[in-house]
């Protein structure tokens, strides 16, 4: 059930079309949609994320659903967590952990604070919760986060879009890498994977997690997984860590939660990332190369149940 709806949390629906609107640095053109309670986040036409201001537990977007699902399973009470994201997007994951885990401690990275401005002019912030944002690429900002952080992160979420794309630099073992200090003991990475035809780029960088993580498992549409259509695969990453539980213990009763869902996804396990990478070999700097760009009339309709 969701909370009353907070003063601070209330859209800024009567603001003028133009002030829904911003210009990146990159040049790209972001903007806040309006659609009944809820807003999305349009980057050069591509949807982002959708956020539900008097409600964080309402995730629209299949592929947010799917890591909000992991995090119901994986920390069912309602303890803090640390969390780090890397990727600022419309906040619907740091809302949906602070709503869950009151009191949770969160850094996000983001590259552009104009939209991280616009998002908070339409849809606040819960004013109570600990959640900082620190501007700039994501892959520099690593180095200079609070020490504090370093091997503190329940949970740490890989959610990195220029326009349609994720930057090759945020693909590569190196990257990953880069991360595995700051993780908690049984802490998890999150990773959002976009590609379609054949998955050539999705095998690559699940490949890369395997290199780097222990135990690797994906949530996604079987049809993505098929390669049939363009769409996200959310991974899900355990580090070489003794302490670390197995994925099949966190995540207990997440096919049955997955496959109840409109539309139904499913969870493939390591044993199947295996089988789907296999003569994929892990992507290093040297090689790294963007996400494909979703073709066009991807984004000109909605599938039930909203955007993968």
């Known amino acids: 059930m969701a909370r009353s709806p907070r003063p601070n949390s209330r859209s800024d629906a009567s603001a003028p079309a133009d002030a829904l609107t911003v210009t990146l640095s990159s040049g790209a053109s972001a903007s806040m949609e309006h659609e009944g309670a809820s807003w999305n986040l349009v980057v050069d036409g591509t949807p982002q994320s959708n956020v539900v201001p008097d409600d964080p537990r309402d995730l629209r977007f299949a592929y947010i659903r799917h890591m909000g699902r992991v995090i119901e399973h994986a920390w069912p009470g309602s303890e803090p967590l640390t969390a780090l994201h890397l990727g600022a997007g419309a906040m619907s994951i740091p809302r949906f952990v602070e709503e869950l885990h009151p009191g949770s401690r969160q850094q996000v990275i983001e590259l552009e604070p104009e939209l991280v401005e616009l998002v908070r002019r339409v849809a606040p912030l819960p004013r109570h919760a600990s959640i900082r944002v620190r501007y700039g690429d994501a892959r520099e900002q690593l180095s200079r986060l609070p020490k504090g952080l370093l091997g503190a992160a329940d949970l740490l979420v890989v959610d990195i879009f220029a ?112 089988q789907l990478t296999a003569g994929r070999a892990p992507v290093h700097d040297a090689e790294a190369k963007p996400s494909p760009k979703p073709g066009r009339g991807i984004f000109t309709a909605r599938r039930s149940g909203g955007w993968n």
């Open 163 to 274: 326009g349609a794309q994720t930057p090759a630099h945020v693909t590569s073992v190196e990257f990953f890498e880069d991360l595995v200090p700051f993780l908690a003991p049984d802490g998890l990475v999150l990773v959002n994977i976009a590609d379609g035809h054949e998955l050539r780029f999705a095998r690559g960088e699940l490949a890369t997690l395997m290199d780097v993580f222990t135990e690797v498992s994906v949530i996604t549409d079987p049809a993505v997984a098929k390669g049939r259509r363009f769409g996200n695969l959310m991974a899900i990453a355990r580090p070489r860590n003794e302490a670390s539980t197995p994925l099949r213990e966190r995540l207990d009763g997440i096919h049955r939660t997955l496959a109840s869902e409109f539309p139904p996804a499913s969870l493939i396990d390591h044993r199947g990332v295996e």
